[in-house]
Antibody, heavy 123, light 114 residues
Framework: QVQLVQSGAEVRKPGSSVKVSCKVSGGSFSSYAFNWVRQAPGQGLEWMGGIIPIFDTTNYAQKLQGRVTITADESTSTAYMELSNLRSEDTAVYYC????????????????WGQGTLVTVSS | DIVMTQSPDSLAVSLGERATIHCKSSQSVLYSSNNKNYLAWYQQKPGQPPKLLIYWASTRESGVPDRFSGSGSGTDFTLTISSLQAEDVAVYYCQQHYRTPPLTFGGGTKVEIK
């Protein structure tokens, strides 16, 4: 049974950074793509970026380029998402999600999701 | 980027009746090499992460009740709940994972009981 367990809620001041972790258990880690998706209060889902640990490749949403960094630690099967220069509009629940199968060529649907981490940005 | 447009934004359906949600992509998400549409549907209940219901436009995820079905190809897709149950009250999202990055989601459709 694959499980993604995320770190707890965070409160940050504008201009600071936050790093959210996503520990994976019960399945292979390195060969799957892990994506980060956020959801502002009462809003829809927004893809932030993703990583494929075995290839050490990352992709980011253009609007977050320069502020978001996604990494993976294969030794602990943990993915991380760091967001810097936080603004009030970054207040959201942040989810990590694993794709359904190892990529052949194209991305896959998001089968496993973490429980979500609420990040609140407030002065 | 591929833009995903869902309709309606919300709908209210009586218990046992059919609910139909539409999703349109700004470009085709059909991969000709394997003839699969890279379109997924998710269900999200309050306070929970999204749950994968349908992938490749019409393949039901394991454990998903067969009252949920997906159809469509190219740019036009539909999620149908054949007989709405109380536990189906949720927000439903479509998502394309063909031309990435970025993965893109529709705006969501809220399903309620009439």
């Amino acid at each position: 049974q694959v499980q993604l367990v995320q770190s707890g809620a965070e409160v940050r001041k504008p201009g600071s950074s936050v790093k959210v972790s996503c520990k994976v258990s019960g399945g292979s880690f390195s060969s799957y793509a892990f994506n980060w998706v956020r959801q502002a209060p009462g809003q829809g889902l927004e893809w932030m970026g993703g990583i494929i640990p075995i290839f050490d490749t990352t992709n980011y949403a253009q609007k977050l380029q320069g502020r978001v960094t996604i990494t993976a630690d294969e030794s602990t099967s943990t993915a991380y998402m760091e967001l810097s220069n936080l603004r009030s509009e970054d207040t959201a629940v942040y989810y990590c999600a694993r794709e359904k199968r190892s990529r052949d060529l194209l991305a896959e649907a998001l089968e496993y999701w973490g429980q979500g981490t609420l990040v609140t940005v407030s002065s | 980027d591929i833009v995903m447009t869902q309709s309606p934004d919300s709908l209210a359906v009586s218990l046992g009746e059919r609910a139909t949600i539409h999703c349109k992509s700004s470009q085709s998400v059909l991969y000709s090499s394997n003839n699969k549409n890279y379109l997924a549907w998710y269900q999200q209940k309050p306070g929970q992460p999204p749950k994968l219901l349908i992938y490749w436009a019409s393949t039901r995820e394991s454990g998903v009740p067969d009252r949920f079905s997906g159809s469509g190809s190219g740019t036009d897709f539909t999620l149908t709940i054949s007989s709405l149950q109380a536990e189906d009250v949720a927000v439903y999202y479509c998502q394309q994972h063909y031309r990435t990055p970025p993965l893109t989601f529709g705006g969501g459709t809220k399903v309620e009981i009439k």
